[in-house]
Nanobody, 117 residues
Framework: QVQLVESGGGLVQAGGSLRLSCVAS????????MGWYRQAPGKQRELVASSTISRITNYADSVKGRFTISRDNAKNTVYLQMDSLKPEDTAVYSC???????????WGQGTQVTVSS
């Protein structure tokens, strides 16, 4: 059974930091591109950051220079370090795994991030 379990969300003041973690089980982690997405109320889900199996990273323009994605294949975990948080970063953050050969996609349940002004 495949599971992606996020943690690390919470309430933080503007300018603060949070570190999200997503632990995967039931997949060959090293064969999956990993991504963090977010969805704010009334808005479409958007890609925040991604890391390929070769550790090539990509960021949404709105978070470049503030967020950092990293992965630890030994721990089957992908992280999202979020610094200089803004109220507009408030959303449910979910991680995503996509197998590089089979294109199978899995999602976590999400973790709430709330940034107060």
């Amino acid at each position: 059974q495949v599971q992606l379990v996020e943690s690390g969300g919470g309430l933080v003041q503007a300018g603060g930091s949070l570190r999200l973690s997503c632990v995967a089980s039931g997949i060959v982690f090293s064969r999956n591109d990993m991504g963090w997405y977010r969805q704010a109320p009334g808005k479409q889900r958007e890609l925040v950051a991604s890391s390929t199996i070769s550790r090539i990273t990509n960021y949404a323009d709105s978070v470049k220079g503030r967020f950092t994605i990293s992965r630890d294949n030994a721990k089957n975990t992908v992280y999202l370090q979020m610094d200089s948080l803004k109220p507009e970063d408030t959303a449910v953050y979910s991680c995503n795994a996509k197998h590089v050969l089979f294109s199978t996609v899995y999602w976590g349940q999400g973790t709430q991030v709330t940034v107060s002004s």
